[in-house]
DNA sequence: TATTGTTATACTCTATAACTATA
DNA sequence: TATAGTTATAGAGTATAACAATA
């Protein structure tokens, strides 16, 4: 039996494209309805609960995105009173973000909520599993971006 | 030792996004600089491949996009004379799409080169890693596309 | 009335380039 | 000169709503 060699159905770039984005808009409509952040928002909000104070350039590499979405995501969380800016001595082209009071309570109040639907999408998957798919995406992702 | 329950770096939607975007990003610029097509496009163009010819609906469930994208896509690879417009004597609403002698010549060039960058991704991983890989895809599409 | 497909509109995301202020 | 960060602009993806033709 011949069949043909390439079918959309199969094609993992495809096939990585349909999970994603049926897990982004669950991911980010619930952030937006609920929180009222976008994604590029929660982000920057989850790394600076894990670090402080970070610079925009250091945010930029902890998130994987790109220096303007961390102005524009910086810039609308300063203006809700989530996150401060702080002098940055050493370069003073530079700055500091960090978490506010405010933006640590909603933190809080998000991290469970992001967690509980980490823990729904992978409700049928063993540890081993989760383990397996987490490392499969790391090698993805590191062979896309290093050499064609 | 505590540590943090969440961190973004462990968070699936955050890897999956991450991996998507790495893998998206290096095959639209090689659709776009080579055969001058957006990925939507080239979607229908697979599709089209397999199926002889579908209405626009048919081809929406297919490639996962809405009828606003198949619209606009048709649009396009007609324009271009790759694919050509058939009447649906069931129902006059409707049409059907097919390609044309060039969208099958195009296909033929595209499908080769698309095949080998999804050999190129995958070079590091066994037959049996790449089963698992789609197997785990497919789960989490199915839990994020069905009830909360 | 309901459905197929198109068009208009808008919002998000991403990428490029120009700009500013510092270094 | 080069770098950190911001702003402006445009392309691509996605979603809603209004519309034309047909069922």
Same sequence: chains 1, 2.
Avoid: C
């Amino acid at each position: 039996m011949t069949h043909s060699p390439l079918t959309l159905d199969r094609f993992l770039p495809y096939r990585l494209s349909v999970a994603s984005n049926a897990v982004s808009t669950r991911i980010s409509n619930s952030y937006r309805r609920r929180f009222g952040l976008k994604v590029a928002e929660w982000r920057v909000l989850a790394i600076l609960a894990e670090s402080a104070q970070l610079t925009p350039q250091a945010l930029a590499g902890a998130t994987r995105m790109d220096k303007i979405s961390i102005s524009r995501a910086s810039g609308a969380l300063g203006a809700r009173g989530l996150i401060e800016v702080r002098p940055n001595h050493d370069d003073r082209r530079s700055h500091y973000l960090a978490l506010t009071a405010e933006g640590r309570a909603l933190y809080a109040e998000i991290a469970p909520a992001a967690l509980a639907l980490e823990t729904r999408l992978l409700d049928s998957f063993s540890a081993e599993e989760r383990a397996q798919l987490a490392a499969l995406l790391r090698r993805i992702e590191v062979a896309a971006e290093s050499g064609l």
